[in-house]
């Protein structure tokens, strides 16, 4: 149980583009999903927290209208990086949370990311 | 101060060895803690979550020290594909569940 798909697993891309990423939760339900970015050998930094049905939460320094995310159903968010750069080139991870507590805790589960790269 | 520190190691030890690291956090109201391996240019796994004073998972034990804020991973009879980095996160209610995550512990284990 509790597992988080992801795709595409890579993207190759000119920049100007723009790439849209989803995410889903495969056997569970989860109001609460969120997008990570993982530059070489650095941590993890959260992006945003996306909502089931309302906006999502961008993090301090995430431009909003570069990084689209929807979160239409229980199951699916999207993440669109708009006019993309080289820059932008990374990992990007989307985790979901358990809700209904099926794991039996608030636990996290990853999807196996997304790796970008902008020509 | 960064909300999650990790001694970023690495920690290269032998096959069979026993390996402990531990991960410090500052906010105080912090409830739920976590433990995910992460292999290179992988995703992170979760290892272990820890909600009371620890957790054990066969070669693989957490503590958690509320006193002075931090948990522990000790990892006994280390075998070769415990190899990875291992990333501490925290979380506490007023946060939306969002996770605060170490930069990670890597280990190596050697033949």
């Known amino acids: 149980g509790a597992v988080v798909s992801q795709h595409p697993s890579w993207v190759i891309c000119k920049s100007g583009t723009s790439v849209k990423i989803e995410c889903r939760s495969l056997d569970f339900q989860a109001t609460t999903m969120f997008w990570y970015r993982q530059f070489p050998k650095q941590s993890l930094m959260l992006m945003a927290t996306s909502n089931e049905g309302s906006k999502a939460t961008y993090e301090q320094g995430v431009e909003k209208d570069k990084f689209l995310i929807n979160h239409a159903s229980l199951t699916l968010s999207t993440l669109t990086v708009t006019s993309a750069h080289p820059e932008d080139s990374s990992f990007y991870i989307c985790s979901a949370r358990d809700y209904q507590g099926l794991t039996g805790g608030d636990e996290q589960f990853f999807g196996p990311g997304t790796r970008l790269t902008v020509l | 101060r960064k909300e999650v520190e990790q001694d970023p190691g690495p920690f290269n030890v032998p096959e069979g060895a026993t390996v402990a690291f531990n991960c410090t956090y500052s906010n105080s109201a912090s409830q739920s803690f976590f433990w995910y391996r992460q292999d290179c240019r992988k995703e992170p796994k979760l290892l272990m979550s820890?909600?009371?004073s620890g957790n054990e998972d066969g070669r693989f034990t957490a503590q958690l020290n509320r006193a002075s804020q931090y948990i522990s991973l000790l990892i006994r009879d280390s075998k070769l594909s415990d190899s990875a980095t291992y990333l501490c996160?925290?979380?506490?209610?007023?946060?939306?569940?969002?996770?605060?995550f170490g930069a990670g512990t890597t280990v190596t284990v050697r033949a």
């Open positions: 820890v909600y009371s």
């Open positions: 996160a925290v979380n506490h209610p007023q946060n939306d569940y969002k996770l605060s």
